[in-house]
């Protein structure tokens, strides 16, 4: 593959078709994670390792025992065992590694187990008939997209905690005015022609 046409993968993933903020997908965790940014990071990092392995390993699964043996029926069911076992390790990584962070998660890093996002992009690299690079690009790119729509809500709603809100709006419904106005921004990368 062509790394032009990676490159289009990767915008396209990120900001065009964002998971979270054009296709929303993985709002839960994005509503939930976003109230401080070191946990919002951690859980994009945790995100974007998820959905770069997910890609790859799903991809090789699809392609050389679901196609092969006449199984595509078993995608989804497949496809959900692959990123539980994932989100497991990771779980159990940061146990032991990063206490901290994982107390931080909390529930939030089991929920990345029923992440539609994370289930949409591998299901996707499929639909796309990507190669295994360009499954694996486009995983890491909507990871990279997830964290980015992450971080930037993490970082204003810190920044809301100052601010002279409506007793009304607080919460909840300033969250959710914000998240609309960002995915309004971002569908204005919509009319991009890249290539």
């Known amino acids: 593959m062509a790394i032009g046409s990676l490159f289009i993968i990767a915008i396209s993933a990120i900001f065009i ?6 296709k929303f997908l993985g709002i839960c965790p994005f509503m939930g994670v976003s109230k401080k940014l070191d946990s919002a990071l951690g859980m994009g990092g945790a995100v974007i390792f998820v959905m770069t392995i997910a890609s790859a390993v ?21 496809f959900i065992v692959v990123i539980a076992s994932l989100v ?3 779980e159990m990584f940061l146990q032991k590694s990063i206490p901290d962070l994982y107390k931080a998660l909390g529930i939030f890093l089991p929920l990345i187990t029923t992440n539609c996002a994370i289930l949409g992009v591998t299901i996707m690299n499929i639909t796309e008939k990507y190669s295994f690079i360009g499954a694996v690009v486009n995983g890491l790119s909507a990871g990279i997209g ?5 971080v930037m809500m993490a970082g204003i709603r810190e920044k809301l905690e100052l601010a002279d809100i409506p007793e009304a709006l ?4 300033i969250t959710f005015i914000t998240a609309s106005l960002m995915s309004l921004a971002f569908m204005g990368f919509s009319g991009m022609k890249i290539g």
Request: charged share 10%; no cysteine; proline share 3%.
């Open 170 to 173: 607080k919460g909840v419904p």
């Open 17 to 22: 078709n964002n998971f979270v903020l054009i």
């Open 58 to 78: 799903t991809w090789t699964v699809q392609k050389y025992v679901l196609d092969k043996h006449g199984l595509q029926y078993l995608q989804t069911i497949v």
């Open 146 to 150: 997830f964290t980015l729509a992450l």
């Open 88 to 90: 497991q390790f990771i």
